[in-house]
């Protein structure tokens, strides 16, 4: 029988031997799959904890991952070990070398050759376990070796990426310290230009002592005091050359914790009462109690948030001591009030008309009989400032005085508002007539006999205000919210819809529902009613909180 027929006869037998793939193949298809085990293991990690929590913790999943993949050598390893064994019990062979064919081919060749059909067919099973044995550890083996092959190479892969990956997160701290440094640097410029503007200080010492050796002789005015134009022209330009030599900047402040609505008194208050463990603090209302729990009773100093100038605002309190209430002259000769930080507490009868005071400060101050009028005031500050008979109104022609001139025109001397904040402070009897301002806040104050006619106030806030006899006769009020504000008029909407400009106020964006004032116990404007505003103005009223329904949007109906 020919090689070809004993072929056939074995295949007919015990049906057609295995043939073996390419060991590129199976090199190409184990090494594919270790790489795809490795991409899911990064990208499901990366997708489900985030790349910046994964650089944090790299250690602790590329230790997971090394302990995956020495646990599938450990495998391998056993497989190796117990090949026997697997082999029997799938072959009923153990490992069979290539000569150990022979004797099995030659009992098929022999017994065929005699026309022994069972002992030949014995012969041919024996020689298909063998070869099946035979194939089944030689792709094992080509197996392992390409699994432990792509292992190593998955691993020092992996250990470059580790490296990287550490080295991002070390860069990541490194930029965190340069950021802090760069901080440290800006407080650093900052308290530089506080150092120099200190030199302008023995400046205006002598201005002080100057203005008073020049008002000695003069008659004060009971009402208006004295006016800058009673100084020499020498003088003059003196003040005028400080204040625009003193640049704003930024200072070291106590901080008031992470309160927004916290000052330096609450701050006193809270560390005073974080004394008195007898004592509950919610007794003094939620403010002080919230920054007791929360810790906020340590002197902090940092940096202020907005720049400002407390040499022009100790320029101004020079002035005012001074007795120079009219501050026209100097404001004509170019002197500037710009980004003036006052601390005098009271301020009173003074006369900013056509004063540049842009972004000035008079937080936590008292003012009364102020006048603002055709200022350029843009973002000023009041917040938690008393108002009282204050006047930001235009100037008409016939009230502009010299050395100032009437516009040829006849038109007004507009105060430019815009951006000014009032928060939390109280307004008393105050005007802002046709004013130019975008953006006002008045977010948490009481307004009381405050008048907005013909003014423009659009995007304004009065949210959580106290209203009480307000007026916006003609003015424009595009955007403004009342949300939360609490009145004391049941068609307060309906009134200002109709008293403001035509088409720039809409009703339908709010809504008025009955309101208790017992809530506004704890509120310390509220409790000014009876003190500094007259109880008559509420007296037998009921409180309304006005609700928003709607928003400020394009698409809205």
Known sequence: MSDEELQKAIEAEEGPLPRRAAPSGLFSVTFAFLILILGLALGATLSTIGFDVFVRHAEIVFGTLIGFFLFLGLLLLVLFLVRGPILRLLFNRTEVEVDRFAGPIADVARHTAEKRVEEATGAAR??????LARYAWVTTRRWMIAAMTGLIASVAALAGSALLFQQN????????????????LQTQVELADSERNRSILPAIIDIGRDIGSELSGKVRDPVTGYSASDLSPGLISRIVTASTAARPYRYLKASTGENPFADVNS????????????????????????????????????LIDDPVSPERGLLFTTLQKSGILNLEA?????????YAEVT?????????????????????SELRAIQFRGTFGEHMRFRKAILTTCDFSALTAAEVKPPYAPDPSGADFRTSL?????????????????VNGFGLIFEKALLASVDFSNSSISASSFDNAILIDVSF????????????AIV????????VAKEAAQGTFRADRFEMEPFDVAQLNLNGLYNQIGIRVPASLIEGKKAYRIKRVKAFSPDAK
């Not at 070390?170 to 901080?183: F, K, R, V, Y």
């Not at 701050?267 to 906020?296: C, T, Y």
């Not at 100097?330 to 710009?338: P, Q, V, W, Y």
């Not at 004391?488 to 009134?495: A, G, K, V």
């Open 126 to 131: 024996s020689f298909a376990e063998m070869a």
């Open 473 to 484: 006769k003609d003015a424009s009020l595009q955007l403004v919210d009342f949300d939360g």
């Open 488 to 495: 004391f008029e049941e068609d307060f909407i309906n009134r």
């Open 344 to 364: 005098e507490t009271r301020v009173f009868k003074t006369s900013f008309n056509f004063a540049t005071t842009q972004y000035a400060d008079f937080s936590n």
């Open 330 to 338: 100097l404001s004509f000769a170019g002197a500037s009030f710009a």
């Open 267 to 302: 701050l006193l208050n809270a560390k005073a009462l974080a004394r008195r463990d007898d004592v509950d603090p919610r007794m003094f209302g939620p403010l002080l109690s919230d920054m007791i729990e929360r810790g906020q009773v340590k002197t902090e100093f940092g």
């Open 169 to 184: 997160k070390l860069l990541a701290g490194q930029t965190d310290l340069l950021e802090g440094q760069i901080d440290l």
């Open 418 to 434: 815009t951006g000014t904040r009032f928060e939390e402070a109280l307004i008393i009897q105050s005007a802002f007539r046709n």
